[in-house]
Each structure stands twice: as C-alpha cells, then as structure tokens.
C-alpha cells in the first residue's frame, strides 16, 4: 500500500507541511544565515535518495526561491511551470505548492530567503499579488550573484536589504528585460557595479560625481548609469541620497542639529536638504529631531 505521510520539516522555527510517501526521504534543510526578520536556507536532496514523483509544500511565510541547480514542475491552483537553474519562484505563506521530480535530471538545489512571520504579516498584501514565477530580469540575475557571495563568504551583513530587493525586483520584472546580458557580461558589469556601490557606501557624505565613479570601474558614464539603474534599481544619484537621507535621520535621532546634520550626511545647501527630507521621510528634519525627545 503506497500510504502517504504528512512530515513536519523546522526551518527557524517555522514549519512547512510535507506530504510524501513513506518510503521516500523527503528534502534536506540546511540554514545559512538568519537575521531577526530574514532567514537564508538550503533546500535540497540527500545523495542517493530515491525521490517521490512529487511532493507538497506548504510554507507559513513568505518566501521567495531560488533554482540552484536541477530542473523540476512546479504546480499551484491548477497551473504548471518548468522551472530549472537560475529560475526564481515566490512562495506565499499557508498555500500548497506541489513539486515534481523529472527523470533522468539531477535532483534540484534551491536556496530560500524566507521572511519572519511578522514581516510576513505586515507585507501580505503588497507581496500577496506578484506573479508567482516572475519573469528573469537582469537585475534578479544580479541579485542571484550578489545572494551567492553571501552563501559562499558567509556574510551576514546585509541580508535583509538583499531580501527587499529581491522582492521588489520581482514586483519589477513582470514584462522582463528585453535584453537579459549574457553570463559572463553580467558578471563584469556586476563585479564593476559591486565596486562602485561599495565606495557609495563606505562614505555617502564624501562628493561623488558619475564621473569619478565610472571611471573608478572603466566604464563611461553613460553605461555606467544605465547598468546601475538597471542592476540596482535606482540611478547612482538617487541612490546616494537616498543613503545620506538614511544618515540624516540617524544623525537628527542621535541628537544633532538640523544644520550640522545637513552637512554631515553630505548636503551642500540647508534649504535643499530640509525640501528634499521633507518630501522623503514626510516631515521636516527639526520634526524628526523632537519626534525622538516625544518618545
């Protein structure tokens, strides 16, 4: 009799309902890294394993996953998708997902950001409706490197802002790229990019220019500000302020003066900084700065 078992698997203390049949091992379960909010796992199968046809899922919290190798069908309310290396799928919390195995193709390997359950929570309606494969986008490429140099050096630092972005750029990608870069293009326009932001973020205060920066990684200044856009999400220069405004609003909660604050994160100009902050964080900076007294 081929009778079927529900397993419960932990992950981080959350659990995903797995239903195989008993002579079969189910998936392997590795965490990699974890933060208060985002979790980084490995999901794969022991070597070896005879493999059921299929298998079910059900997670309790968003996720969003990653092919790293294999190729397997991934069902949902009536709907199948061929997914295989490099293939990114959501997942969303409390709905079954059935996975089947191919013959003769190499047991799969996905790697899993996985949201907190309260997190999860605040953002169900926002992530509730993306496309549950969105379509590859060169920026989801870049991320998918950007995640591996996380697995691979172990960083921890980071993994939240990476988990948005992937997130937001699979809100992005629903019409794809209409050119994706081939792989070893990605990787020199993503080592490039990877430099540049890291002087970004090392001193956000410091005066950038795009030329300095497109020079920095032999790149003109017209490539450069495209493949950052594309590759990042937003222009270099919104990205910069976008960092010093993060600055200005530590510095203001720390106690600083308006003014000091202005010039500290890296504004020139006084009226400019308190416009610009106003419009990004909704209130003025002096607001910001007795907001933290009232609390």
């Known amino acids: 009799m081929n009778c079927r078992a529900s397993l419960l698997t932990s992950v981080d203390a959350g659990y995903y309902a797995v239903r195989v049949a008993r002579e ?7 965490k990699i890294n974890e933060t208060a909010n985002v979790s980084l796992t490995r999901f794969d199968h022991p070597a070896g394993a005879r493999l059921p046809d299929s298998e079910e899922q059900a997670p309790d919290r968003f996720q969003i996953n990653i092919v790293e190798r294999g190729a397997f069908r991934l069902g949902h309310k009536g709907r199948e998708w061929l997914l295989g290396t490099g293939c ?8 079954v997902y059935r996975y089947a195995h191919l013959k003769d193709v190499e047991p799969d390997s996905c790697l899993s950001v996985t949201l907190s359950r309260s997190l999860s929570r605040e ?3 926002r ?5 549950l494969v969105p379509q590859i986008s060169n920026r989801l490429r870049f991320l998918q490197l950007e995640l591996a140099s996380i697995v691979r050096d172990d960083i921890p630092l980071g993994l939240e802002t990476l988990a948005c972005e992937f997130f937001e ?3 992005e990608a629903s019409t794809g790229d209409r050119h994706l870069y081939r792989p070893n293009q990605l990787s020199w ?7 540049a932001r890291q002087r970004i973020d090392a001193n956000p205060a410091d005066q950038h220019s795009l030329s300095q920066l497109s020079s920095l990684v032999a790149m003109s200044p017209f490539l450069f ?19 010093r405004l993060a600055r200005a609003r530590t510095l203001l909660e720390s106690g600083m003066s308006v003014t000091d604050t202005c010039y500290a994160a890296g504004f020139n100009n006084l ?5 610009t902050f106003r419009r990004h964080f909704g209130l003025v900076p002096s607001a910001m700065k007795h907001l933290r007294w009232e609390q």
């Open 24 to 30: 079969h091992v189910p998936f392997r379960v590795r």
């Open 88 to 95: 990114v799928f959501l997942s969303r919390p409390n709905e």
């Open 123 to 125: 953002l169900s309606e």
């Open 127 to 131: 992530l509730g409706c993306l496309a």
């Open 169 to 171: 750029a699979a809100a």
């Open 189 to 195: 326009y993503a080592e490039r990019i990877h430099a």
């Open 225 to 243: 500000t495209r493949v950052f856009r594309e590759l990042i999400g937003v222009p270099p220069h919104r990205y910069l302020i976008q960092l």
């Open 271 to 275: 009226s400019h900084f308190i416009r």
